[in-house]
């Protein structure tokens, strides 16, 4: 079920609970967690309506102007199909995002070493774990087609196969791209492995750029800001100048800034945000 980051954002925020999609026959079923960019979405419903019934709560609900613009926008696509309303929430945190950080002990690598084995002997086209996280490492936010063709693979079976290793929180992946994470790090230096990235400098100091999608964050980069920090010496009219900036990267930086205590050039300050 494909969700617009926007609308991913209203649903960890509480503002939408409810979607609405023209499908031949249910795609999801009640009790399904799907993993998206901010965490886990369940899907609490499933019931198939007429557009009649439609009313303007289930709009609001679900995060359209209007109920004409709701069902303006479902008649739009496969008006054909029959309407059904999916209930959602929140459900926390991707549980990978704490694997990938927790370091694990000489045991758990082994036992990781092993798995990597056994998707290696699978492979039909021979060994591709360590290589992957080891281009992973050498090339932080690079995008997946170039990172496939310097593997001389394909994309779709490069990208499959790094979610075979973000599963196991041995990588993480970025706006544009993937990084290796603490756990794939032990993982390669346990094993012996040589990391270019060893050799790298540090990573200046400060807090990164939330997700705010691949344009947004290509438009940041190019203009060499990866840290709040680096935003916060910008006013709101040049960030929203950049090519690939919209609304919704300009409120997660916003969110993100004032969580930190940070603020546009052109903005006051704010206390930052604790829990």
């Keep these: 079920m494909q969700m617009r980051p926007a609308e991913l954002a209203a649903i960890r925020a509480g503002d939408v609970d409810l979607a609405f999609r023209r499908w031949e026959r249910p795609r999801v079923k009640v009790g399904t967690r799907m993993r998206t960019a901010v965490g886990l979405v369940e899907v609490t419903s499933v019931d198939r309506v007429p557009v009649r019934a439609l009313t303007a709560a289930d709009a609001r609900r679900a995060g359209a102007a209007s109920l004409a613009a709701l069902r303006q926008g ?80 394909d994309t779709a079976s490069f990208k499959q196969n ?23 790090a032990a993982v390669l230096d346990h094993e012996g492995h040589p990391r270019s990235a060893a050799g790298r400098p540090e990573p200046e100091p400060g807090i990164p750029l939330p997700h705010l999608g691949a344009a947004a964050t290509r438009a940041l980069t190019a203009r060499g800001v990866v840290r709040l920090e680096q935003v916060a010496e910008l006013s709101v009219g040049e960030v929203q100048a950049l090519h690939g900036v919209g609304p919704y990267a300009l409120r997660h930086l916003r969110s993100a800034m004032d969580a930190a205590g940070l603020a546009f050039r052109d903005e006051p300050a704010r206390e930052p945000h604790r829990p």
């Design 162 to 184: 790094v979610r075979k290793l973000k599963e196991r929180g041995l990588t993480e992946s970025l706006d544009i791209g993937y990084r290796l994470s603490a756990r794939g």
């Design 74 to 153: 479902l008649d739009r696509l496969r008006s054909d199909r029959p309407v059904y309303r999916i209930g959602l929430r929140y459900a926390g945190a991707d549980p990978r995002q704490a694997l990938r950080e927790a370091v694990p002990d000489a045991a758990e690598i082994d036992a990781i070493g092993v798995w990597l084995d056994r998707l290696d002997r699978a492979s039909p086209t021979g060994p591709w774990t360590r290589a992957t996280l080891l281009l992973v490492d050498e090339l932080p936010a690079t995008r997946a087609p170039d990172l496939a063709q310097r593997m001389g693979r």
